[in-house]
């Protein structure tokens, strides 16, 4: 009889093995010929080894079905064991059409306006996307979903999320704390896109292993940004300097996001925005894409369209 051991690696085992084992359960039925033992994170099996190749395969499977979808029921369990693999591949096509992620709880990730669309289509055929729109409109979460997206479909290794630290009419340092507990505070909306995103436990370990990493624009300086997402949010607070030291820091099979709002900008009134240059100066340069959401494309409460709507007015007068 052979043993094999076979560790489930960034998967909580108890999610993953379900309630009373149910998971291992189902499995066992699946192969009766199998000694399965559950232990951790491991299970060890036992078995002729033409069987264990073709557990190995179903249960490959259902950890990508889980990795996707971020659940794993009795149904699903069914199908993953009893079907050749093409179904699922059919299923999976047609999700990733609309589709960005799966999150948390079953929640679907997906653009929910027609610039928003925008931005995934224009992601898909180039290598940088300036994102420009005012508050509520999605930029950053469409961005942050996206990123994610490409992580779990191995197309990086990696996701870089970055925001100049400019202060937005308060001081970072009348903050109790120390720095990173001062800079998280700032860097919560792409905490809160995140957890939408991917389980909890998982995100920590993504962060703890340095495979998720959320800095402020500073810490970027003097690296090579390869194999990675990198977002950029918040771009209109960026320095002539600040935008030029992140835009050459990309590096090889990399993917940039710049998001944000030219009408709020937080930086010293002389004082040019490094968003506003660069839109003008990139806007030629072919595998660089421009998207400009507005109103239209807020998905806050209904009122957040007509603040912005409001404010337009009063601003243009």
């Given at each position: 009889m052979n043993e094999r051991i076979i560790e489930l690696t960034e998967i909580n085992p108890k999610d993953f093995f379900g309630a009373h084992n149910s998971t291992i359960e189902q499995l066992k039925k699946y192969f009766p010929k199998i000694k399965i033992v559950a232990r951790g994170s491991k299970l060890k099996i036992y078995g002729e080894a033409e069987i264990l190749d073709e557990f190995e395969v179903r249960l490959e499977r259902l950890i990508k079905y889980f990795n996707r979808y971020n659940n794993l029921d009795e149904n699903s369990i069914e199908q993953i064991l009893t079907s050749n693999g093409n179904e699922e591949k059919a299923n999976n096509a047609k999700s990733i059409k609309d589709i960005l992620v799966h999150g948390v709880g079953g929640k679907l990730i997906k653009p929910q306006t027609e610039n928003q669309r925008k931005m995934v289509s224009l992601m898909n055929k180039n290598d940088m996307l300036f994102a420009v729109g005012p508050a509520g409109t999605g930029k950053t979460y469409t961005a942050v979903a996206l990123a994610v997206k490409a992580l779990k479909e191995k197309e990086v290794r990696r996701i870089i999320l970055t925001r100049p630290a400019v202060e937005s009419g308060e001081n970072l340092g009348f903050l109790p704390g120390d720095l990173k507990e001062k800079l998280d505070p700032y860097m919560q909306p792409l905490y809160d896109a995140l957890r939408d995103m991917i389980p909890h436990e998982k995100?920590?370990?993504f962060i703890e292993k340095g495979v998720i990493?959320?800095?402020?624009?500073?810490?970027?300086?003097?690296?090579?940004?390869?194999n990675a997402f990198v977002i950029l949010d918040e771009a209109q607070n960026t320095t002539h300097n600040q935008m030029k030291m992140f835009l050459t820091r990309m590096g090889k099979s990399a993917k940039f996001i710049i998001t944000g709002d030219p009408g709020q900008i937080d930086l010293p009134r002389k004082q040019v925005s490094g968003l506003k240059e660069s839109l003008l100066a990139l806007k030629d340069i072919n595998g660089i894409a421009q998207v400009y959401l507005d109103d239209k494309d807020v998905v806050r409460h209904r009122l957040v369209r007509k603040i912005i709507s409001a404010y337009k007015s009063i601003e243009t007068e």
């Open positions: 995100l920590e370990s990493q959320i800095a402020p624009l500073a810490f970027m300086r003097g690296r090579t940004l390869d």
